[in-house]
């Protein structure tokens, strides 16, 4: 967990506003529930995080999460505060608040309070998301001789990844600097 800027904190407050106004169009939450996020605390996830968009910290001590005063804070990536990731941002600040509403599970009832979010686009962009930060942190791509897709990754892979196209081994050749 990083410490958020006030100006983070400030964009994660709007972020958080919009989220809500749209939580609330959907009609699955009351009113009420939808107030008690207003009170979790928003912060950012360590900056050199490639998998993790967003998480949910619940107060040390509690068992069986299940309300929102139950939530430490909610983290967000940092780069996703910006203005080409905000669709996205929207979408992973949802998925966090279904979380702190109770639904800790990724099961198939939280795929489907998940799936009200209005805006699809914007729920895939998170392979997206991932590619970029795994690129800016690359220092070895693994390359398919085949189909000449690359993998960027922090380690070599000595031989023992196949292509996910064709299936070919793939070859570890240093990341160039200039990428």
Not at 45 to 54: D, E, P, S
Not at 84 to 94: D, E, F, G
């Amino acid at each position: 967990m990083a410490k958020a800027s006030d100006s983070q904190i400030e964009d994660l407050n709007s972020l958080r506003e919009f989220v809500i106004e749209v939580m609330l169009a959907m009609g699955a939450w009351s009113e009420e529930q939808l107030t008690k996020l207003t009170a979790i605390d928003l912060g950012v996830l360590k900056r050199n995080a490639t998998q993790r968009h967003g998480v949910t910290r619940w107060r040390r001590g509690v068992t069986k999460p299940s309300k929102p005063e139950e939530v430490e804070v909610i983290d967000l990536h940092p780069r996703l505060i910006s203005e080409k990731w905000k669709p996205y941002a929207a979408w992973v600040m949802h998925h966090e608040f279904v979380h702190a509403l109770g639904y800790t599970a990724h099961d198939s009832t939280f795929r489907s309070l998940e799936n009200l979010w209005p805006s699809q686009e914007s729920s895939q962009m998170g392979a997206s998301f991932t590619e970029m930060l795994r690129a800016e942190k690359a220092s070895w791509l693994w390359v398919c001789n085949t189909c000449q897709k690359e993998y960027p990754r922090q380690k070599p892979g000595k031989g023992r990844y196949q292509c996910r196209i064709c299936r070919t081994v793939l070859v570890d050749v240093p990341k160039p600097a200039s990428q």
